[in-house]
């Protein structure tokens, strides 16, 4: 309403924090480079590009992740979905490799959806255990190794190539992301997703149809992350065990680091797609600086407890 | 007689509200001190800042005529000031023994003594006539108006100097109230002061010794019983004329049957109801507290499952799954408890009104933003909804306007068959009045109402007819001038064959 006093919306928050953040990363690393390099490496076109081609993959897994987190459960399948689709996408080659490596997804997703919202088990151990489960049909598959079958060409084309100098991935992250900022903010789906995480039982007394939203939610996630998958494997040329356990977490972070609720119903898509880019340079500036692995572990959940401590007083005092 | 607490100068803002201004106010021991005013009128923080939940600004309190701050629940608990919220703080999960002792439980060798804890609780609860409640059973399984005698069972085991109820009899029966009555009145012969905080108007005649008037967060005037009438108080408290409580009901012939229920059961708690409300009219469900009236109104809005018997509406047979079929049936349910049912407390007040309603503001599968704020707009104007943003949270809104939020809610969808559980429970006076008037408003446009209140007050002024249940029946029909409060209550409590013979 008053032009002069901008109100900053309580969700807008956080992504502001982790812009902020982001361009503290890049001036430390910045700095760093000047000193031992003499170039402002992390500035170069080249170099951001590369990084967003990067964080493609976890921003696919993420924006399923927060579907999944804003109406107040977890995905904790994605790890093996992610790789599950990878495999069978190379497995199964040819034109039928993508369509089936997202079928994967859609039938994960679909388990994942009935166990949670129709069967009622808390969604934390449901998608464990589906993890588990995958993770060992996909070993008795392989007998253990990496798959021997390489991705297609279509695979490769959408993980790794690029069209006049843009990542193939980045545009379609891109694309995903502006379908779920409109779902979230346009739709009566994207609506309930944010009434049931707030209180499920007035959703469902609005006449929500909360279960199916919820196995939507639920099948979205794990799209997301067989497309996640059939990418990554596109990328690396080929499928290989444990492709998936670097996003899990990453991906949870990231959607919290962007100021959704980790019990639901509040957050912006914006923060999530900051989120990633955020753990992103993280890792790569950490790497960078050539800090040792354990460093890095630390200085990387360092920083997620404190943004979250940071967003968890700003709270206090506006409520 | 001197004061027990004494505030004065008492201001409080919340952002660029201002809750509390320059109050003065005191409460003597021995005595029942009652506050009155609309929602918003600064009772809530007026409690909140003498119980220890928020800091004044600015003023000072006095207890026993010495300087005291309170910078936590604890420590008003402490000096002997307890407080039993609106809002109910019992841990479902927990027993009733473990809630009554949670701040302090009894200990041996360092340890809870769940036996000690479980006697304290028996006793505590003897002392408001609550025997029947077992110490043993999880909050979660008790009707909400048992757990609201646990809730007081929990403040007395606390002591108190000043015992403060806030709404604290809002879900209660009418016989429990008799037994707060009861406990309260010896608690006032022991020298305890007492603040009580009620919407009704025949408690505070049967209890208050003093009355206190707020209103937009000034301390408007304070007097003794019987020196206002009701018409006076109720105008200090609105700061304006009142019109007649209820509307008038139209004469009219009974009009043919828009909802008709023929032997509803369920799981036992529901039995052979049958009874049937028409396009225009109120139907009042009557009786104690949990005789199956709110099993009714989820087994018709699609809740429960199981559900036997034939439900028809507007002749067509009704057998809802879910609330959104029900929805679809033009049907719309006001639910209970406003804050875990009826409302997303943290969203907006916009997001809130249009929940039921997407299809309403969508095109094609877009949310189309004008209708939305159209439809938000008419809906805060059709109510009168006070808000300063649609985009603020509903939490923000005093309980008044959240449950107007509510119906608002549900009139968006255009119901032509509105079921209310208790609608007015812990709102003002002024809100009740807007209500009733829309529920009449409403019925004359050509919904048919199915009404539960536990204010039998309500029923007789608002419904057309009254169905009292009891035991999961409907064991009377009151219609016109025969719905009478001891009609109401000679049914409720199931002895009308003994008190009136002439209805065998």
């Known amino acids: 309403m008053n032009a002069l006093t901008v109100q900053i919306r309580p969700d807008t928050k956080p992504i502001l924090i982790a812009a902020g953040f982001i361009l503290v990363i890049l001036g430390v690393g910045t700095i760093y480079t000047l000193a031992t390099q003499g170039a402002a490496t992390l500035l170069s076109p080249a170099y951001l590009i590369q990084q967003l081609q990067t964080g493609a993959f976890l921003g696919l897994v993420a924006a399923g992740m927060m579907l999944v987190i804003l109406i107040g459960h977890i995905d904790l399948s994605v790890a093996w979905t992610l790789t599950a689709a990878a495999m069978t996408a190379t497995a199964v080659g040819g034109p039928w490799a993508i369509p089936a490596g997202l079928g994967v997804g859609l039938a994960v997703g679909l388990l994942n959806g009935i166990g949670v919202a129709y069967l009622r088990v808390p969604s934390m151990i449901f998608t464990l255990g589906v993890n588990a489960v995958l993770r060992g049909l996909m070993v008795a598959q392989t007998g253990g190794f990496a798959p021997q079958t390489a991705a297609t060409d279509a695979m490769r084309f959408i993980g790794a190539e690029r069209v006049s100098g843009v990542p193939v991935a980045l545009v379609v992250w891109v694309a995903v992301s502006l379908a779920i900022g409109v779902i979230l903010t346009r739709t009566a789906f994207g609506r309930s997703l944010y009434a049931i995480g707030n209180r499920e039982a007035a959703a469902y007394l609005s006449g929500i149809p909360t279960r199916r939203v919820t196995c939507l939610a639920f099948v979205l996630c794990s799209l997301f992350a067989a497309l996640a998958g059939v990418m990554l494997a596109g990328y690396s040329t080929k499928a290989f065990q444990g492709m998936g356990d670097a996003y899990v977490l990453p991906a949870i972070a990231a959607v919290v680091i962007g100021g959704t609720h980790i019990l639901g119903g509040r957050g912006r898509y914006m923060g999530t797609v900051v989120g990633v880019i955020l753990i992103v340079l993280l890792n790569s500036v950490l790497s960078i600086m050539q800090m040792p692995e354990a460093g890095r572990q630390v200085i990387y959940g360092g920083v997620i407890i404190v943004m979250l401590l940071v967003y968890g007083r700003g709270e206090r005092a506006t409520s | ?504």
């Not at chain 2, 003023?59 to 910078?71: H, K």
């Not at chain 2, 008003?76 to 039993?84: F, H, L, P, Q, T």
């Not at chain 2, 249009?354 to 969508?362: L, W």
Request: hydrophobic share 40%; proline share 6%.
């Open chain 2, 1 to 504: 007689m001197s004061p027990f607490l004494a505030l004065s100068g008492i201001s409080k803002r919340y952002g660029g509200v201002r809750a509390l201004e320059n109050v003065d106010f005191a409460c003597a021991p021995g005595s029942i001190h009652a506050v009155l005013g609309e929602n918003g009128a600064g009772k809530s923080t007026l409690i909140k800042i003498v119980s220890g939940v928020v800091q004044p600004d600015t003023g000072a309190m006095t207890l026993d005529g010495a300087p005291v701050r309170f910078p936590t629940p604890a420590a008003a608990n402490r000096a002997g000031v307890v407080c039993i919220f609106q809002e109910l703080s019992l841990m479902p999960d927990l027993t009733v023994a473990d809630n009554i002792s949670i701040s302090d439980p009894p200990r041996r060798l360092g340890l809870i003594d769940a036996r000690a804890q479980r006697r304290r609780a028996e006793a505590l609860l003897a002392r408001l006539g609550c025997e029947d409640v077992n110490p043993q059973i999880r909050v979660r399984d008790l009707p909400l108006s048992r757990r609201q005698m646990v809730e007081i069972a929990k403040a007395l085991g606390k002591d108190p100097r000043l015992l403060i109820l806030d709404e604290a009899t809002s879900a209660l029966t009418a016989a429990d109230v008799e037994q707060v009555y009861r406990m309260l009145a010896r608690l006032k012969e022991e020298g305890t002061a007492i603040l009580y905080i009620s919407h009704r108007m025949h408690e505070i005649e049967a209890l208050a010794d003093t009355l206190s008037v707020f209103r937009n967060g000034r301390h408007v005037e304070t007097f003794a019983k019987g020196q206002r009438t009701n018409r006076q108080i109720v105008e200090a408290m609105i700061g304006r004329d009142i019109a007649a409580q209820y509307p008038p009901k139209p004469e009219r012939p009974r009009p043919p049957p828009s909802l008709e229920v023929t032997d509803l059961g369920w799981a036992g708690r529901l039995k052979d109801l049958t009874f049937s409300v028409g396009p225009g009219e109120i139907l009042g469900l009557g009786g104690l507290d949990g005789q199956g009236q709110k099993e009714v109104l989820l087994a018709l809005f699609g809740v429960l499952k199981g559900v036997t018997g034939t439900v028809s509406v507007e002749g067509r047979p009704h057998r809802p799954g879910s609330p959104a079929d029900a929805r679809r049936a033009a049907l719309a349910l006001i639910p209970e408890d406003r804050k875990t049912e009826g409302l997303m407390l943290p969203m907006s007040v916009g997001d809130n009104l249009v929940a039921a309603s997407f299809d309403r503001i969508a095109a094609g599968p877009f949310i189309d933003a004008d209708r939305q704020r159209r439809a938000i707009d008419e809906a805060i104007r059709r109510l009168q909804i006070k808000v300063g943003d649609p985009g603020d949270p509903v939490s923000t809104l005093s309980g008044g306007n959240q449950q107007k939020v509510v119906i608002a809610k549900w009139l968006m969808t255009q119901p032509r068959l509105i079921l209310l559980n208790d609608p007015t429970r812990g709102i003002d006076v002024g809100t009740k009045q807007e209500i009733y008037r829309l529920l009449r408003e409403l019925a004359d446009a050509g919904a048919a109402i199915l009404f539960y209140s536990t204010d039998y007050d309500e029923l007789i002024g608002c419904c057309d007819r009254v169905a009292v249940m009891y035991d999961g029946r409907i064991v009377r029909e009151l219609q016109g001038d025969a719905i009478t409060e001891r009609a109401i209550v000679a049914s409720a409590l199931n002895i009308e064959q003994e008190a009136d013979p002439a209805h065998g």
